[in-house]
């Protein structure tokens, strides 16, 4: 079977690059994907692989029936949203949409997926179980499409013994691929305070309540949440990168909005912190003569491989690639709502790299200038494929 992937999969990688040159260039942003959800529809149609659609908005699970399909059901995911960011490379596929780009690889992860259905839609005869094609919207957006997919019961009839992920990062060259058990990426809070006083003239500042500098140094403060108030052991990020006070040279505003993320690794060190905001941001609009309201919004929990899937995985990563292309993931406090998935079913999510010849100088991830080469097909397309033959074959 491992030289029949091989064979599938090389096979297939024309088939992949032209449908991933075609999502790149025509991106849309989270829970507005009704035309890649159509195109992605299109393609399960014509392999013959039934699907259901509309599940979390714009989310997609197609349905591969093996022989003995009540053996056992492995999940396969790719999330398809876009980032509002206009590119700035010079692909001949580049997005056609302004200020709206693939610039975190999750064209490249439904490309993959559908070039993975296409190989085992070849074999499925000689497999037994059952195998889910989830295509999920809205990753990069609050609340998260894996979250809305769960309550709109996408596994309610297929329940998955394992949930697979990957995706693409320019950290590691084309042809490796990297695992790592346990929590590998944060939790993701949005932290939205609005701080509200009396405003006015900028040169009368004894008349009013300063909201600006209020707002000031209410963000000096909550570094000590990082700083001073958990655990040095226990990685958290606080950063806000939205600080709005519309007034003017010389008018205070009444109101000042600040807006940013926090990031933990640890459930009881992410509530702690949440508890901490609320009464540093409170107390120290209160010290000013000002109020602050604190809307900390329910975002992704960590992501947590389980272990004993991963070191499955790694295995049969490691008997399909060899040892020498399996790295060690990094633990990131970039956050991912696949993280509901593994909140519910043992997962592991792995990175592919994508960094090669053709892309030596392209950005990071989230960046205008952000690329794959297009060699990573040849690794994640089959891997992918080759851990689902090996999943479903086990125990």
Request: glycine share 6%; net charge negative.
């Given at each position: ?296 919004s329910d975002g992704y929990p960590s992501v947590t ?91």
């Amino acid at each position: 079977m491992k030289q029949q992937i091989h064979s599938l999969a090389d096979a297939v990688f024309p088939f992949v690059c032209e449908l991933y040159k075609h999502l790149h260039a025509h991106p849309e942003l989270s829970f507005e994907e009704a035309q890649t959800a159509l195109f992605i529809q299109q393609e399960l149609t014509k392999m013959c692989i039934p699907f259901k659609k509309d599940i979390g908005t714009h989310g997609i699970v197609g349905v591969l029936r093996c022989a003995n399909p009540g053996k056992k059901c492995l999940a396969l995911r790719a999330d398809m949203d876009a980032l509002p960011i206009n590119e700035e490379t010079n692909l001949p596929y580049k997005s056609t949409v302004a200020n709206c780009m693939h610039a975190c690889g999750h064209d490249a992860h439904v490309a993959t997926l559908l070039g993975v259905a296409k190989v085992l839609s070849q074999v499925k005869d000689k497999l037994e179980g059952t195998v889910l094609f989830v295509f999920q919207p809205g990753e990069e957006r609050h609340p998260g499409g894996a979250r809305l997919m769960l309550q709109d019961g996408v596994f309610d009839e297929y329940k998955p013994a394992v949930i697979l992920a990957q995706h693409a990062s320019v950290d590691y060259p084309v042809g490796k691929v990297a695992f790592r058990s346990g929590t590998i990426m944060a939790s993701a809070d949005e932290v939205h305070l609005t701080v509200k006083g009396k405003g006015g003239h900028g040169a009368l500042p004894h008349l009013f309540n300063d909201t600006v500098l209020c707002a000031s140094q209410l963000l000096v403060s909550l570094q000590q949440i990082a700083a001073r108030l958990h655990n040095p052991f226990q990685p958290v990020v606080l950063s806000f990168g939205k600080f709005i006070a519309a007034g003017s040279t010389n008018v205070i505003p009444d109101e000042v909005s600040l807006s940013g993320t926090l990031r933990t690794l640890d459930e009881a060190c992410r509530k702690q912190c949440k508890t901490a905001i609320d009464t540093i941001a409170k107390q120290t609009a209160s010290a000013y003569g000002c109020v602050c309201e604190v809307d900390i919004s329910d975002g992704y929990p960590s992501v947590t491989n389980d272990p004993e899937v991963t070191a499955d995985a790694r295995r049969y990563a490691a008997d399909f690639l060899g040892d020498s292309l399996i790295d060690e993931l990094e633990v990131r406090m970039t956050g991912e709502d696949f993280a509901f998935f593994s909140q519910q079913f043992p997962a592991t999510f792995y990175r592919f790299g994508v960094k090669g010849k053709s892309n030596a100088q392209c950005g990071n991830l989230h960046t205008a200038t952000f690329e794959i080469d297009l060699d990573a097909f040849k690794t994640s397309v089959p891997v992918m494929a080759y851990l689902t033959v090996q999943f479903l074959s086990d125990k």
